[in-house]
């Protein structure tokens, strides 16, 4: 079993409505780590969590560090936000991120 | 916020060259950086890790004279892939920690140098 679930794997959805993606981790972590990979690969760091919540433009992260589960919601999608969302974790006293395998988001217009 | 750089951002070479990849903090100093490696539809692998003025600490499987890694400076990090092959054609991806305390735990990352080897 993988230490970073997300699921889904593929979301295909309309434009404005309401995407959630979700993560769940098995390792006690330090922070939690949303990423956004564009086609033509450069990585965008959306998201650093260690608990609660956070909110930037129409995306929000949320964070259970007593269920290790974790969601990134976007509000109002947009043909634009079609990525791939990964979530990674930093484990306790290690700077080095376990990668989920990314959620494959693509918004019709 | 905090910018990391890579240089090429492609790089088409033949077989049996070497190519040199480098990694930098643009406006922050960062005492660890990460190499990472992306094969199509998979997720990030880390090849390594670069501690500044020490040597790389290489992941399970990843040959350490195939792969050189330099982290010279606060702000530079260089991957060498020698005698690059075919296989070898991959994405690579910089990150990097700055060196404050309490900023321990982020990570920058480069946007990527995809490597084509013919």
């Known amino acids: 079993k993988n230490e970073v679930e997300q699921s889904p794997q593929n979301l295909t959805a309309q434009e404005g409505e309401f995407i959630t993606i979700n993560c769940s981790y098995s390792v006690g972590i330090s922070a939690l780590h949303w990423l956004q990979q564009h086609p033509g690969g450069g990585i965008v760091s959306l998201f650093m969590?260690?608990?609660?919540?956070k909110k930037h433009g129409r995306l929000i992260a949320t964070i259970n560090i007593q269920e290790k589960h974790s969601s990134l919601h976007i509000t109002a999608s947009h043909p634009r936000d079609s990525a791939v969302y990964i979530c990674?974790?930093?484990?306790?006293?290690?700077?080095?991120?376990?990668w989920g395998a990314g959620t494959k988001l693509i918004i019709k217009p | 916020g905090a910018v990391v750089s890579q240089h090429p951002s492609w790089v088409i070479c033949k077989s049996g060259t070497s190519v040199k990849i480098e990694c930098r903090s643009l406006?922050?100093?960062?005492?660890?950086m990460f190499w990472y490696r992306q094969f199509p539809k998979q997720s990030l692998m880390l090849m390594a890790t670069?501690?500044?003025?020490?040597?790389?600490?290489?992941e399970q499987g990843v040959e350490k004279d195939k792969f050189l890694i330099n982290h010279a400076s606060l702000t530079l990090s260089t991957l060498t892939v020698t005698s690059a092959h075919p296989e070898d054609s991959s994405f690579y991806i910089c990150s990097a920690n700055p060196q404050q305390a309490t900023a321990y735990n982020e990570q920058f990352f480069g946007p990527g140098t995809r490597l084509t080897v013919l």
């Open positions: 990674a974790v930093s484990r306790d006293s290690n700077y080095q991120l376990i």
């Open positions: 406006d922050f100093q960062a005492t660890t």
């Open positions: 670069s501690n500044e003025g020490s040597k790389a600490t290489y």
């Open positions: 969590l260690s608990s609660g919540k």
